[in-house]
């Protein structure tokens, strides 16, 4: 029983049927964290530009809106709330470093995005070759996992709420390949 369980791992078509679980199994963790990091960039982005229109509005108008609005009780207050909101605003910008995440954000979404387009051109090949050299595929299939253990160590840890955001670029994901991929 032993032998005949060995001989059937031994074969070429179990040993590329599991190369080709691997690599699917590869490709899913690829194209999730693209869109993990995709929807994360997203939500920084609206950070950014919200801020950068608060601050750009108040800096601009806090000289006109100020000298004409400082002297209305009403108005006062009202405008001393958007103004400290627009320095509360400032400082956090400054000091979650928003710029810097977008572009970090944005090196790792394409470094994901060009991960996951050559492991489906590996699979593609998969498909069209079927009797393909396990050998070398299997190598081209290393090069390819070390880049995603790479990929992984570079996404950035984030103070966004992720488990939402991974529950829902999961579900999408699933319905995006739901009849390609079959995951064990």
């Not at 920084?44 to 601009?60: K, Y």
């Not at 009780?73 to 103004?83: L, T």
């Not at 979404?109 to 498909?127: P, S």
């Not at 790479?150 to 999961?170: C, F, L």
Request: hydrophobic fraction near 40%; proline fraction near 2%; glycine fraction near 4%.
């Amino acid at each position: 029983m032993t032998t005949a369980r060995n001989n059937i791992r031994d074969s070429e078509e179990y040993q590329r049927d599991q190369l080709w679980q691997i690599a699917s199994k590869t490709f899913y963790g690829c194209y999730f964290a693209e869109l993990v990091v995709s929807r994360l960039s997203r939500q920084w982005l609206i950070v950014d530009e919200l801020a950068r229109v608060v601050i750009a509005l108040t800096a601009t108008g806090s000289a006109v809106y100020g000298w004409a609005l400082w002297n209305n009780p009403q108005f006062k207050i009202f405008w001393s709330i958007i103004a400290g909101f627009s320095a509360v605003l400032a400082i956090l910008h400054s000091s979650l470093k928003v710029s810097e995440r977008l572009k970090e954000l944005n090196n790792t979404q394409q470094y994901f995005t060009g991960l996951r387009i050559d492991l489906e051109t590996f699979r593609d090949q998969m498909k069209l070759n079927p009797n393909f050299s396990i050998e070398k595929f299997n190598q081209d299939f290393l090069t390819l996992r070390k880049r995603y253990s790479e990929g992984s160590q570079r996404a950035p840890n984030d103070i966004i709420p992720t488990r939402r955001i991974r529950n829902h670029v999961q579900a999408e994901l699933n319905t995006l390949l739901r009849n390609e991929l079959i995951i064990e």
